[in-house]
Nanobody, 121 residues
């Protein structure tokens, strides 16, 4: 069993910054890609940023130049540094990880519970 626990969400003014963290725990043998998704009210969940185990990154066009994804493989943790936040960044942010567990020969997709980010004055 694998758990993803997010932290770092909250209320911030436009132009401000927040840093999200997501720690994976449990029977983890290895983690392939990790990423952050978000879902605003009435909208579909969308990819914000992703990072491979080797450090290659991918960003949604809407956050390029403002958000930075990183990971600490030793801690099974992924981070999302969010700068120059805009009201349209308001959403529930979800952590995602592609995990291989001990005794398994394949990877499964896991999700965190979500953390609310609200950008408002």
């Amino acid at each position: 069993q694998v758990q993803l626990v997010e932290s770092g969400g909250g209320l911030v003014q436009p132009g401000g910054s927040l840093r999200l963290s997501c720690a994976a725990s449990g029977s983890i043998f290895s983690i392939n890609a990790m990423g952050w998704y978000r879902q605003a009210p009435g909208k579909q969940r969308e990819l914000v940023a992703a990072i491979t185990s080797g450090g290659s990154t991918n960003y949604a066009d809407s956050v390029k130049g403002r958000f930075t994804i990183s990971r600490d493989n030793a801690k099974n943790t992924v981070y999302l540094q969010m700068n120059s936040l805009k009201p349209e960044d308001t959403a529930v942010y979800y952590c995602n990880a592609d995990v291989s567990e001990y005794g398994s020969s394949w990877f499964n997709d896991y999700w965190g519970q979500g953390t609310q980010v609200t950008v408002s004055s």
